[in-house]
């Protein structure tokens, strides 16, 4: 059976860290572009970073530029997402999706290209 299975969300304070883990099951993420993105209560979902997994292209949205990095294991089962320097408006849930890789091409941080999602881990950054 094929799953996302996301982990590593929690509560932290403002200026703390959290490394999310987006664990595939059931396939490789070969081929792959893997997204992670977030929603707030009340508020569309919103790309946050996705990575090639051919080649390992990274794509960050500019909120959160220079706080974040996504990579991936040489396996090729899991894609981290490292969140430093958290701020509130980091609080949201947080989803990993796929979508087949356009080789080539950067990979894309809309979620409608996206068409296979975990359940998602809840990340509250509050002091």
């Known amino acids: 059976q094929l799953a996302l299975v996301e982990s590593g969300g929690g509560l932290v304070q403002p200026g703390g860290s959290l490394r999310l883990s987006c664990a595939a099951s059931g396939f490789i993420l070969d081929y792959y572009a893997i997204g992670w993105f977030r929603q707030a209560p009340g508020k569309e979902r919103e790309g946050v970073s996705c990575i090639n997994s051919s080649h390992g292209s990274t794509n960050y949205d500019d909120s959160v530029k220079g706080r974040f990095t996504i990579s991936r294991d040489n396996a090729k089962t899991t894609v981290y997402l490292q969140m430093n320097n958290l701020k509130p408006e980091d609080t949201a849930a947080y989803y990993c999706?796929?979508?087949?890789?356009?080789?080539?091409?950067?990979?894309?941080?809309?979620?409608?290209?996206?068409?296979?999602w975990g359940q998602g881990t809840q990340v509250t950054v509050s002091s």
């Open positions: 999706a796929v979508t087949p890789e356009v080789l080539f091409s950067p990979c894309k941080l809309s979620s409608q290209d996206y068409n296979y």
